[in-house]
């Protein structure tokens, strides 16, 4: 599986958007992006994924780059709630077993 | 749907002791995980299994055993722990089928070995 770079902190003000960034330069033909956050203690939750065209969906937009190096997970209005620790995770989609490689992720702290 | 939960949500043992910790989930899911994630890092994979009576070793898979006996359940076992296992230990499942295999997980065991 791929590997990703996030930046390890950010902060967005409360109401407007976040953008978090991810670095995915060796990523394969049939890998996909995901995106997972982990609110303090709880355990992970899955937000979003992509291949190659963007997403959107009840919690957040995903852009993808047209050569599939870097993606951005865009939470379009931020709340407090909002803060927590977002993975990106690349690896293979559908079908079988699919392991989850969590880095250090992004440490999003929404203020008002 | 109570989704993944887990059991106990703390514990503290001593340095030898043994623990089974419970992770049941009501999703009729195929695929469970438990994985465990120290201060400051992301989740590390320790066992998983792909379906009722198997079970495959995942990234940290030594100190501990798994059973998954019935499809709901996937017990993790420490047979002698150790103050290294101390740690946060998270469960989750998946589907087989779906087409992007989204993990679902349980709020987590604390458990601290002295």
């Known amino acids: 599986d791929a590997k990703t770079t996030q930046p390890p902190s950010m902060d967005c003000a409360e109401g407007r958007a976040a953008n978090l960034p991810c670095n995915h330069s060796?990523?394969?033909?049939?890998?996909?992006v995901y995106w997972y956050r982990q609110i303090h203690s709880q355990g992970p939750q899955y937000i979003i994924h992509g291949l190659k065209n963007n997403e959107t969906n009840e919690m957040a937009s995903l852009i993808i780059t047209e050569d599939r190096k870097s993606s951005t997970l865009i939470l379009p209005h931020a709340t407090l709630r909002d803060t927590a620790v977002y993975y990106c995770?690349?690896?293979?989609?559908?079908?079988?077993?699919?392991?989850?490689?969590f880095g250090a992720g992004t440490r999003l702290a929404v203020h008002p | 749907n109570a989704g993944v939960t887990q059991t106990p949500k703390f514990r503290v043992l001593k340095t030898g002791q043994s623990m089974t910790l419970l992770c049941a989930q009501d999703m009729n899911h195929e695929y469970m995980y438990w994985y465990r994630q120290d201060p400051g890092m992301g989740l590390r994979l320790i066992h998983y299994s792909v379906g009722e009576g198997t079970t495959a070793k995942g990234e940290v898979p030594d100190g501990y055993n798994v059973s998954r006996l019935k499809k709901q359940n996937f017990l993790l076992g420490l047979e002698s722990a150790a103050p290294s296992q101390t740690s946060v230990y998270f469960c989750?499942?998946?589907?087989?089928?779906?087409?992007?295999?989204?993990?679902?997980f349980g709020p987590g065991t604390r458990l601290t070995v002295l």
């Open positions: 989750a499942s998946s589907y087989e089928e779906r087409s992007y295999n989204e993990q679902f």
């Open positions: 060796t990523i394969s033909g049939n890998e996909y």
């Open positions: 995770i690349v690896r293979v989609g559908p079908g079988g077993y699919n392991k989850l490689i």
